[in-house]
Antibody, heavy 120, light 111 residues
Framework: QVQLQESGPGLVKPSETLSLTCTVSGGSITGYFWSWIRQPPGKGLEWIGFIFDSGSTNYSPSLKSRLTISLDTSKNQFSLKLTSVTAADTAVYYC??????????????WGRGTLVTVSS | QSALTQPASVSGSPGQSITISCTGTSSDVGGYNYVSWYQQHPGKAPKLMIYDVSNRPSGVSNRFSGSKSGNTASLTISGLQAEDEADYYCSSYTSTTILDVFGTGTKVTVL
């Protein structure tokens, strides 16, 4: 059974870089889109971006200038780096698999999420 | 890209049916059949409940059904149960941005 697990610091200082890793266990990382979504406390879901196993990426326009998503197939991991963070980046960060169901690609498998707080 | 519009809350008694709406535009919900619904219990990750407007992944109860009319998609929960109490988010492909757009979210309360 494939599982996703986010890892990384729970507290990041303003202006620093937020770095998270998602480990894919129980299955291969190839052949899928791997995604990051976040949810500010008490608010809705927000797309961050995703990466295909070829390394091609799509980023949220509002985060693109600060965002890097990368893939390490040898470790079955993908990662998120968000630079120059502010309090507005405080959120639960989810990694998720985007899989082709029927006619389109949907988020069918999610990690449990990790809360990242931006504060000095 | 603005979020799709959902009612903030919907409630119903056990056994009843409720419907959650998700309103977009012709650039997203109205123009494509790539609408999905996610259920999120407090403190938990979202779960895919409906894809391609009306299809259920295996393992999802047939009490959950999806539909679409014009620019509005809907999720209906029939035979409401206490375990259905959760937040629900719609999502759709959109031609205006690279990434899909989520709805604003609806809190379902079982009275």
């Amino acid at each position: 059974q494939v599982q996703l697990q986010e890892s990384g610091p729970g507290l990041v200082k303003p202006s620093e870089t937020l770095s998270l890793t998602c480990t894919v266990s129980g299955g291969s990382i190839t052949g899928y889109f791997w995604s990051w979504i976040r949810q500010p406390p008490g608010k809705g879901l927000e797309w961050i971006g995703f990466i295909f196993d070829s390394g091609s990426t799509n980023y949220s326009p509002s985060l693109k200038s600060r965002l890097t998503i990368s893939l390490d197939t040898s470790k079955n991991q993908f990662s998120l780096k968000l630079t120059s963070v502010t309090a507005a980046d405080t959120a639960v960060y989810y990694c998720a698999r985007r899989l082709n169901w029927g006619s389109y690609w949907y988020l069918d498998l999610w990690g449990r999420g990790t809360l990242v707080t931006v504060s000095s | 890209q603005s979020a799709l519009t959902q009612p903030a809350s919907v409630s119903g008694s056990p056994g009843q049916s409720i419907t959650i709406s998700c309103t977009g535009t012709s650039s997203d919900v109205g123009g494509y059949n790539y609408v999905s619904w996610y259920q999120q219990h407090p403190g938990k990750a979202p779960k895919l409940m409906i894809y391609d407007v009306s299809n259920r992944p295996s393992g999802v109860s047939n009490r959950f059904s999806g539909s679409k009319s014009g620019n509005t998609a809907s999720l209906t929960i029939s035979g409401l149960q206490a375990e259905d109490e959760a937040d629900y988010y719609c999502s759709s492909y959109t031609s205006t941005t690279i990434l899909d757009v989520f709805g604003t979210g609806t809190k379902v309360t079982v009275l």
